[in-house]
């Protein structure tokens, strides 16, 4: 009765929620608590915790507001254009933007954090294979933009040292300064590119660079249907895709990690809607003027901007194709438990920025 009693004024005062009073009540009918001393000590216990709760629910909100609507203008990019230097004459040499017209077949993009151990390796393997179908292929151009994404170790050094030896016409470096996280970095980088195809991969290796042949079949065969239209200016996107080896990866990862993998995944689902089923894979090619219309509207700047990228792609309704690629697990990954807690922020800034209209997409160029 003592319990009941308490309840039932403590209800009645109106001190605290419904939920907090039907606890209250739940608790004091099994006589899990006894005596007023314990009733009150778990009231207020349960009236901080809820309140705590409630703060911090408010404060994440209003966060995320505020950041939305700073991140509403980035997508101008109005900040100076980089500047190219041949490390062999020690001159500058021009920076293209992503609306000049393509003078390559090809530019592929790789951002680099802290990559002084895995760039080379990754490096050597990609001009090997450029080179080599260059020489099958006189028609065939290229150009390697490696963006240095604030690194602390020798990446620069690493890249630097590839640019003079195979010349800054096909081998360029951009510096970003301070680390401003993966998305940026390709953002930077296709925009300053000159490919017809662009193609963004990890500079880790994770996938073999001439896996990039499976996804320009697929963006040619899509670009056949404009037979009128040159490739450069038809919006396509090709995605690799590791979805075939997802049953491999559940059985040798750890439980938890696979139990964060399917809540991204679900989260992904409501944020950008199905249709793609591996959005996070590092290997992905855009037409130069899918790409144009994709990184300058691009806001989120680590670890979710390939949700972005799809969520984009269906606004303009440019065709998505999902191929699978060779994939290995390389050691000396960046992804961290903070980099779950970074992909989730990310996530509730584009909900909000996109759906409650914060965010504009540009549709045409503004002077």
Known sequence: MVCISTFRVYFRAGRGSNFV?????????????????????????????VIVAVICGLGLAVAIVVETFRRRLNHNHLEAHPIFEDPNSLKQVKCPYIY????????????????????????????????????????????????????????????????????VDNVRVVLLGKNQGKGEAIRKGMLHSRGKLLLMLDADGATKVDDMEKLEKQILAVAKMKPDEEIED?????????????KKALATRKWYRNFLMKGFHVVVLLAAGPGVRDTQCGFKM????????????????????????????KYFGIPIKEISVTWCEIPGSKVSPLSIVNMVWEMGLMS???????????TQRQS
């Open 21 to 49: 009073g039907l606890v209250f009540g739940w608790l004091c009918r099994r006589r899990i608590l006894k005596g007023n001393m314990e009733i009150w000590g778990l009231s207020t216990m349960l009236e901080l915790t």
């Open 100 to 167: 000049d017209p393509a003078e390559k077949y090809i530019s592929l993009i790789i951002p680099a954090y802290n990559e002084e151990l895995r760039l080379p390796a990754a490096l050597d393997e990609t001009m090997n294979y450029l080179q080599q179908r260059e020489r099958k292929d006189s028609s065939f151009s290229y150009e390697v933009i490696v963006v240095d994404d604030g690194s602390s170790d020798g990446t620069k050094r690493v890249a630097f040292d590839f640019v003079k030896k195979y010349k």
């Open 234 to 246: 038809i919006p396509i996107v090709a995605f690799g895709s590791r979805a075939h080896l997802e």
């Open 286 to 313: 855009f037409t130069r003027a899918a790409a144009r219309q994709l990184f300058t509207n691009i806001r989120l700047k680590r670890w979710c901007f390939d949700v972005e990228l799809v969520y984009l792609s």
């Open 352 to 362: 909000v920025g996109y759906r409650a209209r914060i965010w504009k997409i540009q």
